[in-house]
């Protein structure tokens, strides 16, 4: 373990070269006395140099995209160009207040309506509001909109939402934040909506059905127009979590496949780096009818002129951010969108597509494999089932060991349809090279844990941070350091 900047202290080192000051301070004009430090604070005294290899040696403990292969399962760590970086910290953008006057910043609106316009063409969906700051975000405000769709129509009876099993934990959350009652129903054999459970639970008071396409099992549900005949039928509205869109865009639009409300995740698909909590952008994309009730304002253009548009202001049920959404992240998705053009954002959904199939497959002896039937998306799951069974080895002890191999770990234990899962997404900005290198991983790792079980009950040994006791963690958890 690296050594903390407190211990690298020294008395009389220091960092900076300051004149001697001249200048008499009377500290109790400013600090009433009892609020006053009775004792010197103690810093560490380090020089510049200790300070700048500190640091860049704490950066380098982390893992990051620009370090290695990332392939965090549901989460889309794809590189980002830092194009978008340079870009967005422009003058320009940076000194806006958003309370100028409209004339003033055409140049943002112009860049917010131009974001609205075409994340609604390539969903299909007739506007989009930029408001909401996270996927869960975008849930919650589809939801809503959903719920003054009922109230509006005097659809007071309609009280529940149904999903998937193998939905999100976001969507059930969501559900619950709104006010609507969850029911879950159960995926079938192939990893897809079962049917006939979702017939079993519909009724006069489903108010509508989430569903991520395609879904967290990195499988697409095929289904998606008779499902929407099914909801739609006791007038309920379909949403989908465009969670997973960087598989299918520019090759299926939900907005004309039966959805009538989706979220986009701009940090997933659309080029924000994301991880340590945001900054993000959750959008959502409505069909025409439902455009009355999107957060105000929207982005409008008439007669060559951008405007904050406020004209359904009185149907809206409400805000859901302070003025339009994390304006620097929908920049990105801006230049990202129009550096790719529709060809470049197609060839991401089937480059993704073909890498996660590529691993799928050359993994399939290895690892179980619950639904290799199907062709996956831009995602798979395996499972470390077998490996449990034979070796007594735990998903968890492979997820470890891939950390010692120079890889993040994939996302672990979830779905949570899926014993000892491990979901991996390669994304598409990955190359053949990478993609093989992490094979050999995986497959090196498998026969470890024939061989050398221990290695893997042990790992991770090539970290800075070895294994912690998760248990002892939870029990005695000590966030404080102590000089
Ligand atoms: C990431 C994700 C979400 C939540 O999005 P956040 O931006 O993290 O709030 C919802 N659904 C699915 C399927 C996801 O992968």
Redesign the pocket.
């Given at each position: 373990m690296a050594k903390t900047i407190f211990e690298k202290h020294s008395e009389g080192r220091k960092g900076y070269t300051l004149p001697t000051n001249d200048v008499e301070i009377s500290l109790n004009r400013c600090i009433p006395e009892k609020f006053q430090r009775k004792e010197e604070v103690k810093l560490p005294e380090v020089s510049e140099l200790d300070v700048m290899r500190h640091f860049l040696e704490l950066s380098q403990m982390n893992h990051c995209i620009e370090k290695g292969f990332y392939p965090l399962g549901?989460?889309t760590m794809k590189y980002n160009p830092k194009i978008n970086e340079t870009l967005v910290r422009n003058d320009g953008f940076n000194n806006l207040h958003p309370l100028q006057d409209e004339d003033t910043v055409q140049g943002a609106l112009e860049i917010l309506y131009e974001l609205q316009k075409d994340l609604a063409e390539i969903s299909g969906f007739s506007n989009v509001t930029l408001q909401p700051v996270?996927?869960?975000?975008g849930e919650f405000t589809g939801l809503k909109i959903m719920k003054a769709y009922h109230d509006h129509k005097g659809n007071s009876h309609k009280k529940k939402i149904i999903l998937p099993d193998s939905a999100?934990g976001?969507?059930p959350a969501s559900v619950t934040l709104v006010g609507y009652e969850m029911v879950e129903i159960k995926s079938n054999e192939k990893g897809l909506v079962g049917i006939e459970d979702l017939k079993a639970h519909v009724n006069d008071e489903t108010a509508g059905f989430m569903l991520?396409n395609p879904n967290?099992l990195g499988l697409f549900e095929s289904q998606v127009e008779e499902i929407a005949e099914i909801i739609h039928s006791v007038d309920g509205l379909m949403y989908m979590?465009g969670?997973?869109f960087n598989a299918i865009m520019g090759l299926v639009k939900p907005g004309e496949n039966g959805f009538d409300i989706m979220h986009f995740?701009l940090?997933?698909t659309f080029a924000t780096p994301h991880g340590g909590g945001g900054p993000?952008a959750?959008p959502i994309g409505v069909r025409e009818d439902l455009i009355k009730f999107l957060p105000a304002p929207l982005i409008g253009k008439k007669d060559d002129k951008y405007f904050l548009d406020y004209t359904h202001e009185k149907t809206s049920f409400g805000k859901v951010h302070s003025f339009f959404g994390n304006f620097a992240v929908n920049i990105k998705a801006y230049i990202y969108l129009k550096m790719l053009g529709p060809k470049g954002l197609r060839r991401v959904a089937e480059n993704a597509v073909i890498n996660a199939n590529y691993i799928q497959k050359k993994l399939e002896n290895y690892y179980d494999i619950p639904f290799k039937d199907s062709f996956c998306m831009h995602e798979f799951v395996a499972s470390g089932s077998w490996q449990k069974e034979k070796h007594g080895i735990k998903t968890l002890d492979i997820a470890k060991r891939i950390l010692d191999k120079g890889y993040h770990a994939p996302t672990i234990y979830f779905p949570l349809i899926v014993h000892e899962a491990m979901m991996i997404e390669p994304t598409e900005t990955e190359s053949k090279e990478t993609l093989d290198e992490f094979i050999d991983a995986m497959i090196e790792i498998a026969k470890e844990c024939e061989e050398h079980p221990e290695l893997l009950k042990n790992a991770p040994l090539n970290t800075p941070v070895k294994r912690v006791d998760d248990t002892l963690a939870v029990r005695q958890l000590n966030v404080k350091f102590e000089w």
């Open positions: 549901s989460c996270a996927g869960a975000h999100h976001t969507n991520t967290t979590d969670a997973n995740n940090h997933k993000g959750g």
